[in-house]
Nanobody
Framework: EVQLQASGGGLVQAGGSLRLSCEVSGFTFDDYAIGWFRQAPGKEREGVSCIGYSDDRTRYADSVKGRFTISSDNAKNTVYLQMNSLKPEDTAVYYC????????????????????WGKGTQVTVSS
């Protein structure tokens, strides 16, 4: 059974940092691309960042580029999202998702459909 477990969310002041973790199981980690997505109250879900499975190519939405960094630890079957210089507008539920073909996040935050989704973790940034 494919499972993705996101963790690491919390409450932080503007300018602070958090690191989210996405631990995956039930599939071969190296065969899937994994991404982070978020949904703020009253807004559509948007793509945040992706990491490819074949070349570790990373993609970011413009809204987080330069502040967020995605990385993976294949030995731990875990993908991380390091979030620095957090802003109140980063407040959202963050989800990780996996797909065997690809993970695409455009600069505008649009994204390619993903096959598997985990439950989200809440990130709240206070001003």
């Amino acid at each position: 059974e494919v499972q993705l477990q996101a963790s690491g969310g919390g409450l932080v002041q503007a300018g602070g940092s958090l690191r989210l973790s996405c631990e995956v199981s039930g599939f071969t980690f190296d065969d899937y691309a994994i991404g982070w997505f978020r949904q703020a109250p009253g807004k559509e879900r948007e793509g945040v960042s992706c990491i490819g499975y074949s070349d570790d190519r990373t993609r970011y939405a413009d809204s987080v580029k330069g502040r967020f960094t995605i990385s993976s630890d294949n030995a731990k079957n875990t993908v991380y999202l390091q979030m620095n210089s957090l802003k109140p507008e980063d407040t959202a539920v963050y989800y990780c998702a996996a797909d065997p073909s690809n993970c695409i996040v455009t600069p505008q935050g649009r994204y390619h459909a993903m096959d598997y989704w985990g439950k989200g973790t809440q990130v709240t940034v206070s001003s």
